[in-house]
């Protein structure tokens, strides 16, 4: 037997040699790991800086004091995301009515947010994270298909700057809108 003859340190030592073995695996076979885990309920949102379809720069700060419903969505103009971001459109008077705001980013760039903003007339900021780093800060990075994207989830913002909620798993692009809708009213 080799090693310590203490049967815990030796399985200590074997799960710390498989979980670097894992590590490095992962980096060398290009599987997104998130670094950061995604802010929990009640913690403050990440502060984040990025610009929009039309080139206009977006803090977070811009909007203390208001609900802010922050959704990340993995690809600009691909069927899912495009029925979330009408349906986030179609209600955006609604959303309006109670002072909240609604963003979305992905990794698109801002041209590719441009196109798609004008091609379905979504009125709200469609933020680029190109540079992945808000979605990293948010724990969304995943990959899918072998490209790197931003999971479907979504942070809905006290005006505090503090996260009232967070829309990890199965997030329904079709009834995910009047999901937030509902939940907002009952924060409220």
Same mark, same amino acid.
């Given at each position: 037997m080799i090693g310590s003859g203490r049967?815990?340190?030796e399985g200590e030592n074997l799960m710390k040699k498989l979980a670097l073995g894992v590590a490095a695996a992962a980096l060398t076979c290009g599987v997104v790991t998130t670094v950061l885990a995604a802010p929990a309920v009640g913690e403050a949102a990440p502060e984040f800086r990025l610009q929009d379809q039309n080139f206009q720069w977006h803090d977070l700060g811009d909007y203390a004091g208001q609900w802010v419903v922050?959704? %990340?969505y993995p690809k600009a103009d691909t069927p899912g995301c495009t029925t979330e971001a009408c349906e986030f459109r179609d209600n955006i008077f609604s959303f309006e009515d109670m002072g909240a705001v609604i963003l979305g980013v992905?990794?698109?760039?801002?041209?590719s947010q441009k196109e798609f903003s004008e091609k379905y007339s979504l009125p709200f900021p469609l933020l680029s994270d190109a540079q992945q780093v808000v979605a990293e800060r948010y724990g969304v990075l995943t990959e899918f298909f072998?490209?790197?994207? #931003?999971?479907?989830?979504? %942070?809905?913002?006290?005006?505090q700057g503090k996260i009232a909620k967070h829309y990890e798993e199965g997030v329904d692009?079709? #009834?995910?809108? #009047?999901?937030?809708?509902?939940?907002?009213k009952s924060l409220m």
């Open positions: 049967p815990e340190v922050l959704y %990340f992905s990794l698109d760039d801002v041209n072998g490209n790197v994207v #931003a999971d479907r989830q979504t %942070f809905l913002i006290n005006p692009p079709e #009834a995910h809108s #009047a999901e937030v809708l509902n939940d907002l």
